[in-house]
C-alpha cells in the first residue's frame, strides 16, 4: 500500500457562542481536515481545529499541501514513525514547533486513522487498550459568564453525568475567582472534581500566591499557572503548592516534556494532539509520563481518547458538555469507546 493523495479542506467562520479565557477571545470556527490516500483505495482522515486567527486553517492547509505532502506521496503510510521522521527533519530547518507541528500531527492522526480502517479495527485496539470506557470531567466554566451562568452549566454537567467540571480563573482579582469557585461548588458538591485553568496568566509570585488558595478551596489541580515554556518556574512552582500542577497542552513535541518531568514540575501531563505531534507523540508521552508516576488527562477528546484507551496513567478525557441529540450518553461518568475502524470518536 502507498501514498498517493493527500488533499485538504479548510473551514474558518464565526463562532455562534464566543468563550473567553484568562488571555484570549475564542471566537471563531476553525477546521483544517486533511485526508491522505492511497493506491488500494483506503483513505485516513484528520481535523485539527482553531478558535482564534482568520486565516490559520488556510495557512496550515498550505504547509500541508506544499510543504509536507510531497515528500511522503509514494510512501507506505503504515510506517507511521518513519514518516514522521522525514517530516520533522523537513521542517527542522525552518522550526518544526509551530504550524509545523500541526501539520505533522494532522498527517499523523490521518495515518493512524487510515491504519484502523485498512485493519477493520478502532485504532485503540492497535494500541493494546487496556480499558473500554474513560473518566470524563467537562471544562464548562468560561470567563465571559457571569456567576449565574457558570451556576447553570456547571449543574447542566453534572445532571449530564460528568464526574467534576473545570473552569477558568484568572480573568480579574483573586477575590473574583474566589467568589465564582465557591459558586461552582455549591452546585456541584463537596466531593465532585473541580480543577482550575489560569491559560498561562500569572508569573511565578501571583501563581504562587493565587495556588495556596485555590488549594485552601479544595481544586483538584491548577492548569497553565506560568508561560507554558517555563520549566524551572513550575519546578519552583510544584515545590511550594501541594495542588498538583496540570500542564502541557502549549508544549511541542514529546522531548519538550522530558526536562518537566525529570525535574517534578507536572502534577498532570496534558498533551495537545495537535501541538504535540499527533497520536504518536501523545502515546510516547503518556508512557513517558507514567515512567515517572505522573497521571495523564487529555487536552481535548476527540481521537485523543485512543491514546486515553491505551496508557496506563490515565485519568480523565476533558469534554464539553454532551451533544443535545442525545447520540452519546456516560455511563458512570465515563465515555464507552468507539467500536468503528479508524480514529472515530464522540466528538
Partial sequence: MKITRITVDVVSEPKEHPVRDAIQLLDRNGRTRVIVETDEGVSGVSDSHFGRVVSSPAVLAKIVTDQLAPVIIGEDPTLIRGIRKTLRELTDYQGTAGLSSYGISAIDLALWDLLGKSLG??????????????????????????????????????????????????????TEDVSRIRAVRAVIGADAPLMVDANQAFGFSEALRRGRVYEELDCRWFEEPLPAGDTDGHVRLAEKLDIPIATGENRYGQEAFRDLLAGGGVGVVQPDLRRAGGLTDCLEIGLMAAGFGVPYASHGGGAHIHVLAALPNTIYVESGLLPADGRVELVDGCYPLPLEPGLSSWH
Avoid: N
Fill in 121 to 174: 479495527v478502532p485504532v485503540w485496539r492497535l494500541l493494546g487498550a487496556q480499558r473500554t470506557t474513560i473518566p470524563a470531567y467537562a471544562m464548562v466554566g468560561w470567563l465571559e459568564l457571569d456567576v449565574a451562568g457558570l451556576e447553570a452549566v456547571s449543574a447542566k454537567a453534572m445532571e449530564q453525568g460528568f464526574r467534576g467540571v473545570k473552569m477558568k480563573v484568572g480573568g480579574g482579582p483573586l
